[in-house]
């Protein structure tokens, strides 16, 4: 389970592992990897540490990190601990069939129990902000590109005496920051999140944001892991529920029920798509082989006539 307290080397907390792929925890305070010196705690250097014999010389941190998680996101983060394992996983990433949720608390109730989170986001070039996303039509904003993120209301509570929502996030495309953005852009930005609060939350301990649910329909055997619920009362005492609209687990199950359907649907659209394209193909074939045929008995009967003259 998530604690209060920073990382350390031993501290990583394995979720998942095969001859393929390891799926680690990682926690809310430290980066994926870093080639700064003095940057001694990042999941890179927790791996070595823990599996020596799993690094991969050939690569520069030594393991391939399938998708990327923020400094200050906590949560389920695939690892692949081999090149044809990292080719299955992102061709998966590529296609955007990955199902991930995030739990977050955020800042107010949020009134809409669901809601689709619709906002093109880009980079922003304002001078000072230049290591922050925006909203398309926000003062700076740079190339924005069609982002959509669903929200589902979980509870509503009191962090540290402060009216805050317990949501799921259901991120459908992978921009960089973007349920930071998108909650932010709906006035309800995440607790502790001191970057999209230009600076004012700096007063949690951590940014409550963490990637609970991640599975990869990866052929023959799916990756499905939880890595579980870090907001609880028993982890923090500052948060303090009040009213719950819908269990967590249920949701999730639907959620994924829900995208099990979607790509089973999208595979029998794609099978039947191929089907009526091969029959397309074997028709234009056969119509070719009887205007061969045609145009062989036309050209008989000239040659047979044209020897009689």
């Keep these: 389970m998530m604690t209060t307290e920073p990382a350390n080397l031993d501290s990583l907390q394995v979720l998942y592992q095969s001859d393929d792929y390891i799926v680690v925890d990682k926690h809310w305070d430290i980066r994926i990897d870093s080639k700064m010196w003095y ?5 890179q250097a927790q791996l070595r540490h823990c599996f020596p014999h799993l690094a991969d010389p050939s690569t520069y941190y030594g393991f ?6 923020d400094f200050s996101t906590s949560g389920a983060l695939c690892v692949a601990l081999n090149k044809a394992a990292a080719g299955r996983a992102y061709h998966c990433f590529k ?3 990955v199902t991930k949720a995030y739990l977050a608390l955020i800042r107010g109730w949020v009134e809409e129990e ?3 989170l619709d906002f093109s986001i880009g980079k922003n070039s304002t001078e000072g902000k230049t290591h922050m996303m925006c909203t398309e039509g926000s003062q700076g904003c740079e190339n924005p590109k069609p982002c959509q993120t669903n929200l589902t209301v979980l509870e509503y509570g009191l962090y540290d005496g402060d ?3 317990k949501v799921l996030l259901q991120p459908l495309t992978g921009r ?14 995440i607790v502790g999140d001191f970057t999209y609060s230009l600076g004012v939350d700096d007063a949690p301990y951590r940014m409550m944001l963490h990637a609970y649910l991640l599975h990869i329909p990866l052929d023959p055997e799916p990756l499905l892991v939880y890595a579980g619920d870090p907001f609880l009362t028993t982890v923090d005492a500052k948060w ?3 009213r719950s609209l819908r269990p967590l687990v249920a949701t999730v199950e639907a959620l994924l029920e829900q995208r099990l359907e979607q790509s089973r649907r999208i595979k029998k659209e794609e099978s039947e798509r191929m089907r009526r394209e091969e029959e397309r193909r074997k028709r234009k074939k056969e119509q070719k082989i009887e205007e061969s045929e045609e145009q062989r008995r036309h050209c008989q009967e000239w040659l047979s006539e044209w020897a009689g003259d």
Aim: net charge positive; with cysteine; aromatic share 2%.
């Design 39 to 43: 940057e001694k705690h990042t999941v």
């Design 64 to 69: 391939r990190f399938c998708h990327q998680l």
């Design 240 to 242: 303090l529920p009040q």
């Design 163 to 165: 009216p805050v929502t």
């Design 176 to 189: 960089t920051h973007q349920l930071r953005v998108h909650c932010s852009a709906i006035g309800h930005p």
């Design 95 to 97: 296609e955007r069939t």
């Design 114 to 116: 669901t809601k689709l």
